[in-house]
């Protein structure tokens, strides 16, 4: 008996050395980065992609004319220059010299134009469309774009940036191939290599890309699905980049990690659909904004990381938190406008969350609960799976709802869509005016950044005035990498372009 | 060894009382009854969804017994409240699930023919059905009250139920006493009632002894997807997810209501251990 | 001879009803998952484009209604998908750009093989740890025992799961599954250490209810007369316990082990997901967040079809150790 234990000992000892050493991190020349995702990506096609992984993942393999900076400037990608006409109605372009397409067939203007007419075409399901859709028409000559616009739009330029704008070769358009594992081809800083369904993506450098070729060999996006786990894949050396959402599992990252926190555009929002009773009336609205603390629920819900925000948070056009009606918290005002709507003993509602969007809804929605309790409004909390928050969201059937909204470095493109009469999220905004209107019309049209300030502040203050939403505030995101990984520069787009600049040692 | 088909009142408390694991088992349920008392009756230290901007995160102290969550919330207020709700969803699901099952199981098992087939369908289809679904399908068509929730793990369980009755009816049916009893021309129900029943009892007591405590761990799993009770409320399986992740810096989020829940399963099931030996004749006489 | 015709015809035909019955269940499986998916709201089209839906216009929603094939009325949805199950490619996975059966290949021999460890581990765990109970009730071992048995049944699998990756991983750099998955018949080895903590997460969770049933089991048979007589007439007491007393209880633990095999089967997830295992479990969960109609009908099916042979098998068991059911 003794023996057949000591035996029993010996052996699992054997297998989990043996297994630690099998499994240790091998002194290898090649430079292999492994990328930790939560869900696995879910097209090929980059003017569709609108999840995380697939934009993260394929932003790597195409690319776009202009790019975003890490201070959000807007240089050159796959156009070198650019200028618009006085009018602010044409954007020309001047495309990169030189630049080859993965499959060896050289990039040039007919490839842009074959790439911006598929994202306009409504049968290819481009998920950029309507930030472009003022494209009246598209010139192309050798490396010389002109794109004629129906109104003058100088934030369009802006919109050129990312994954959804990838410019494909004009070839893959018309043999319709785009989005198929065979041709997935683009002029990024690292190639498509396979794609095993829910498990892994594998990418090989571009030596010819344009920026210089990489310095990583490969990069893996391998798919984990609980962050906890991909902590865990990071400490045991097997993943040496994640992006982290939760900020109690970044609280865990321990000193042999290296952690980027971040600002990003993204922002937390108590959605109020003011079309509907009891926020029909502005005064319900008000009260409710007052009687929420901001601080408090950065502090709860997101342990701290995040800063509170206005309704903008493009960095150039920054709303300042302060400006608004209660920009503390306060109960005396929340009564009296609760009193003045008519609902003196409070009121009752329901917001719709979905906690499996992202780590901090819960709490977020917790937060507010507890904190307009005070008031005397009881808050309940209407809790749904992502997709059906979605399908909800979109049909405006809900009173107010917890949303985790991505957010632009130009505020025409982040609010036109939801505060314009006319655009198409605006039922889900639940709220316009015709003052709105017309300040969404002066600011596309203006050239001037001056101009554009006053313009985007005076949207600011309707917004907040009339409390269409309770902004609260803006996530940190947390980007962690090995300690061997040098040279990440994180980008507030959440984009992970930079990797072309990556070193592993 | 004369099996004593007739027990008095007085007899089954004696050999309840008489096992180490029931006594064990009643004092833990007499626990976890005073405790439930006292957090329906709102006697906590603390409101369980207060939450203190001031204090979050606080290890154990004399103010807050068990420490603070990372809302500020007390945790002994909320563990006890916790205990209460995961006790409330756990019996709800289980009751209806035992009442549904047993009923149809020992039916089927009785009558067979077509109607055993009907159930035993059925039943296979909600079984083999997964759970995550249902109970998915559940909370998005029906909303997340924990009676809903209850719901879910009920229909989840029920077929477990019907097959556990099924079984031991199948067998006990070709025993020689029972065939005896139905040439005799004995009723159908009084045969049911006075010679079946009595038959399957023990394994049933023991299943609803594990069920009530694999509700409790169902609801937790469901909380751990976002699909169980909701927050701010507090079940001790939602307050066990919830902690994971702060169980690296705050150990006491996560180790008291886990003691808790260990509490209500051990008691659970040894309260089943200790039933089983009371009501059981066979086991008595040993 | 006329006997032997006579029995074999009736075999036949419980054979027949068997199969039958099973392909009823099957087929009301394969309504209800098809009618529960409809009933939640969204559909493949916000699965896809989460709130980026918002910017598609009507004229490309109904392409998009086209293109997933939910344009059609419920009934031919439901009869197109029928047909491409029954056809074997089990439809088609629009997120992947495979056919559903092309994934459950890669994640179904997965699954079955945690249930498979998992129920193994759990079952000889569960009743050696049972008989180690049962034979001196009461005594020290079978207090060891049960509380075995009771802390196996209290702990949350998500617990043990993210303790065993989260101590491995920070305090020995160990954890095998954040490295590619590998089928045991690519790398046995690296496929043992992969499986080798999330089967035991499950073992353990199995071998919880099979102990305390093996050991009441145990203790109910000890008492009847024929093993009364076997020790009367001196059998030795292992042969006692093994060959009759384990034998006559068997009809409850085959039960519990076949009920702990179907709810492995299902209910895999949570340990799939923690220790990233591209199981059916995982392909279920993403499929119903991005309402991909298709995939989970055909995997639930798949998991359907398993359960009912294995209730089939269950049912021959019971024939096999109990001669008492007809």
């Not at chain 1, 000992?9 to 995702?37: R, Y």
């Not at chain 3, 765990?125 to 180690?132: K, R, T, V």
């Not at chain 3, 196996?152 to 305090?171: E, Q, R």
């Not at chain 3, 496929?191 to 919880?208: S, W």
Request: charged fraction near 15%; charge should be positive; proline fraction near 5%.
């Amino acid at each position: 008996m003794k023996l057949r234990k000591k035996i029993a000992v010996v052996g699992v000892a054997t297998a989990l050395v043996a297994g630690v050493v099998l499994v240790a991190p091998a002194q290898a020349a090649s430079k292999d980065l492994v990328v930790g995702i939560t869900l696995d990506i879910d097209k090929l096609d980059p003017q569709g992609a609108t999840s995380f992984s697939t934009v993260r993942a394929l932003g790597l393999v195409y690319g776009s004319l202009v790019e975003v900076g890490p201070k959000l400037q807007i240089r050159p990608g796959l156009a070198t220059s650019w200028g618009f006409n006085a009018a602010g109605t044409e954007l020309r372009l001047h495309l990169r010299k030189g630049v080859k397409f993965q499959d060896g067939s050289a990039f040039d203007a007919t490839d842009v134009k074959a790439s911006l007419d598929r994202i306009l075409d409504p049968a290819n399901k481009a998920a950029a469309r309507a930030n472009i859709a003022t494209i009246k028409s598209i010139s192309a000559s050798g490396l010389n774009v002109t794109l004629t616009l129906t109104q003058p739009n100088v934030p369009i330029l802006a919109a050129l940036d990312g994954v959804n704008m990838a410019m494909l070769s004009s070839t893959d358009i018309a043999a319709g191939n785009v989005g198929k594992a065979g041709s997935v081809n683009g002029t990024g800083p690292f190639k498509f290599v396979s794609w095993d369904a829910g498990q892994s993506v594998k990418l090989t450098k571009n030596s010819t890309y344009w920026g210089g070729a990489p310095k990583l060999d490969t990069v893996t996006f391998r798919v984990i699905p609980t962050e906890a786990s991909i902590l865990s894949a990071l400490n045991a050396g097997t993943v040496q980049f994640a992006v982290i959402t939760s900020p109690l599992v970044a609280k865990q990252v321990s000193s042999n990690l290296t952690m980027y926190k971040t600002p990003g555009l993204a922002y937390m929002a108590l959605q109020i659909n003011a079309r509907q009773a009891p926020f029909n009336n502005l005064n319900v609205r008000l009260a409710v904004q007052c009687a929420i603390s901001r601080a408090e629920v950065v502090k709860t819900a997101a342990s701290g990381d995040g800063s509170v925000i206005g309704p903008i948070t493009s960095p150039a056009y920054k709303s300042d938190p302060k400006a608004r009606p209660c920009p503390e918290v306060d109960l005396v005002k929340a009564k009296a406008y609760l009193t003045a709507a008519g609902y003196p003993n409070g009121l009752t509602f329901k917001t719709m969350v979905a906690p499996t969007q992202q780590a901090t809804i819960a709490g977020i929605g917790q937060s507010l609960k507890s904190q307009l309790a005070k008031a005397g409004i009881t808050m309940e909390l209407d809790v749904v799976d992502d997709s059906t928050f979605v399908s909800r969201w979109l049909a405006a059937d809900f009173g107010t709802a917890i949303a985790n909204n991505g957010g632009k470095i130009d505020p025409d493109t982040m609010y036109t869509r939801y505060f314009t009469s006319t655009g198409n999220l605006n039922k889900v905004a639940g709220y316009s005016s015709a003052t709105l209107d017309s300040l969404f019309t002066q600011g596309k049209a203006s050239g001037s950044v001056t101009q554009r300030t006053a313009i985007y502040k005076a949207i600011s203050a309707e917004l907040e005035n009339n409390a269409a939403w309770v902004w609260l505030f803006a996530p940190l995101e947390y980007r962690v990498t090995a300690k061997n990984v040098t040279g990440f520069v994180p980008l507030a787009t959440g984009s992970l372009l930079e990797l072309r600049k990556v070193d592993m040692n | 060894m004369a099996k004593k088909k007739e027990v008095s009142q007085r007899g089954a408390v004696h050999y309840y009382l008489q096992s180490t694991s029931g006594v064990v088992g009643a004092v833990l349920l007499l626990f976890m009854i005073i405790v439930s008392i006292c957090a329906a009756m709102g006697w906590l230290p603390h409101n369980p969804l207060d939450q203190n901007i001031e204090s979050l995160l606080h290890a154990p102290s004399s103010k807050f017994w068990f420490g603070t969550d990372d809302f500020g919330r007390d945790v002994f207020s909320r563990t006890l409240d916790g205990m209460r709700r995961s006790l409330t969803v756990s019996i709800t699901a289980v009751s209806l699930a035992a009442i549904v099952g047993i009923t149809l199981g020992i039916l089927g098992g009785y009558l067979g023919k077509w109607f055993d087939m009907v159930i035993t369908r059925v039943s296979d289809v909600f079984f083999a059905f997964p759970a995550i679904l249902l109970a998915l399908a559940i909370v998005a068509s029906l909303g997340n009250a924990w009676y809903e929730t209850s719901l879910a793990i009920a229909i989840v369980y029920t077929p477990i139920f019907i097959r556990v009755a099924r079984g031991p009816v199948l067998s006990v049916k070709e025993m020689d006493y029972i065939k005896v009893s139905r040439i005799l021309g004995y009723s159908s129900p009084r045969i049911l009632i006075k010679h079946i029943l009595p038959n399957v009892f023990a394994p049933i007591v023991v299943q609803i002894a594990l069920s009530l405590s694999w509700a409790i761990l169902t609801e937790s799993g469901l909380s751990f997807l976002g699909l169980g009770t909701q927050p701010p409320n507090a079940s001790l399986g939602l307050m066990v997810s919830d902690a994971q992740p702060l169980a690296a810096f705050a150990w006491w989020t996560l180790v008291f209501p886990s003691l808790f829940i260990t509490i209500v399963v051990v008691g659970l099931n040894l309260v089943g251990d200790g039933l089983r030996d009371a009501l059981d004749p066979a086991r008595r006489s040993s | 001879m006329q006997g032997i015709s006579k029995l074999r015809r009736l075999v036949f035909s419980s054979t027949f009803i068997r199969i039958a019955s099973a392909i009823t269940t099957l087929f009301g499986i394969s309504v209800f998952v098809f009618l529960v998916l409809r009933v939640i709201p969204g559909n493949t089209i916000t699965g896809a484009f989460g709130i980026e839906t918002g910017a598609l216009n009507p004229q490309q929603i109904a392409e998009l209604r086209h293109y997933y094939g939910i344009d059609q009325p419920m009934v031919m949805q439901y009869i197109s998908w029928m047909r491409s199950f029954l056809s074997g490619n089990f439809g088609y996975s629009f997120a992947t750009g495979r056919s559903v059966f092309t994934l459950t290949k890669v994640a179904l021999p997965v699954t079955v093989e945690l249930a498979f460890i998992g129920t193994i581990l759990g079952v000889i765990m569960g009743i050696a740890i049972g008989m180690f109970s049962a034979r001196k009730p009461g005594s020290l071992r079978d207090f060891g025992g049960q509380l075995f048995g009771l802390l196996a049944l209290a702990i949350p699998g998500f617990v043990l799961s993210t303790a065993i990756v989260t101590i491995m991983a920070n305090k020995f750099h160990y954890f095998p599954n954040s490295l590619e998955y590998m089928p045991p018949w690519k790398d046995p080895w690296m496929n043992f250490q992969q499986m080798m903590f999330p089967g035991l997460v499950l073992g353990i969770a199995v071998a919880a209810p099979v102990m305390r049933t093996t050991r009441s089991a145990l203790l109910e048979t000890v008492d009847k007369d024929f093993v009364r007589t076997a020790f009367g007439k001196g059998v030795p007491s292992r042969k006692v316990q093994f060959k009759h007393v384990l034998r006559n209880s068997l009809i409850p633990i085959v039960t519990m082990t076949g009920i702990q095999f179907g709810y492995l089967l299902g209910g895999a997830v949570i340990v799939e997901k923690i220790f990233a295992l591209p199981g059916m479990g995982r392909q279920v969960l993403e499929a119903i967040t991005r309402r991909e109609y298709a995939t989970v009908q055909s995997s639930v099916m798949v998991f359907a079809i398993m359960f009912v042979t294995i209730n089939i098998l269950t049912d021959l068991v019971y024939r096999r150790v109990d001669p008492r059911i007809k």
